[in-house]
């Protein structure tokens, strides 16, 4: 089982609709979820960050975290066709260094 | 504020050729991470320094790769000598804290070995 599972897609949304991306880690002691965005031949860049059970919006985009599931979603409202990228999830670890651990990404794609 | 800095954003050697690539952090930032990243799958942790000690260097193939960040700041990766499977990017991060904090990459290089 991989440590952090994530479909690797492609997503296929129309502009305008919700993308709901979905990410699942088998560490139950995992403390801290982040999403990152990365366009083709470009580095990850942070989008949102969630520390507790719950849901965290920000603009668009809106982190959910369900720590007895071990499962964490990035929704997307609004889609646009500059949202067309790849979407890593990334948790800490249980040994409470900072070190992610990524999932392989979700490729989302928003068509006109 | 200006972000992490690396070069040079593209290498190209044969095997068994070494190679070394620079990080500069984000000022005021003491934790730095070295990730590998090939290509369709997510970055993969190296290395993890909290000012110049290292934290982390479980995943790092210590038979040919090698990191130092002698004063706390910058850092250098190098790998001697590639192997094809080297193939990758190879991402600087760093954060203020190694905890909880958010950790923001470089532009990474992208090393090709022929």
């Known amino acids: 089982q991989k440590e952090v599972e994530q479909n690797s897609g492609p997503l296929s949304v129309p502009e305008g609709a919700i993308a709901s991306l979905n990410c699942t880690y088998s560490d139950r002691g995992s403390q801290s979820f982040f999403w990152y965005r990365q366009y083709s031949g470009k580095s990850p860049e942070l989008i949102m960050f969630i520390y507790s059970n719950g849901d965290k919006e920000d603009g668009r985009f809106t982190a959910q975290l369900n720590k007895a599931s071990q499962y964490v979603s990035l929704l997307i409202r609004d889609s646009q066709p500059s949202d067309s990228a790849t979407y890593l999830c990334?948790?800490?670890?249980?040994?409470?260094?900072?070190?992610?651990?990524f999932g392989q990404g979700t490729t989302l794609q928003v068509k006109p | 504020e200006a972000g992490v800095a690396q070069s040079p954003r593209y290498k190209i050697i044969e095997k068994r050729q070494s190679v070394a690539f620079w990080c500069n952090p984000i000022s005021g930032h003491a934790t730095l991470y070295w990730y590998q990243q090939i290509l369709g799958q997510g970055p993969k942790l190296l290395i993890q320094?909290?000012?110049?000690?290292?934290?982390?260097d479980s995943q790092l193939p210590k038979d040919r790769f090698s990191a130092e960040r002698l004063k706390g700041v910058d850092s250098t990766l190098k790998i001697q000598p590639a192997k094809l499977e080297d193939s990758a990017v190879y991402l600087c991060?760093?954060?203020?804290?190694?905890?909880?904090?958010?950790?923001?990459f470089g532009d990474g290089t992208r090393l090709s070995i022929l």
């Open positions: 320094f909290q000012n110049n000690g290292v934290v982390d």
């Open positions: 991060a760093s954060s203020f804290l190694p905890r909880d904090q958010p950790q923001h």
């Open positions: 990334a948790v800490t670890g249980s040994s409470n260094t900072g070190k992610l651990i």
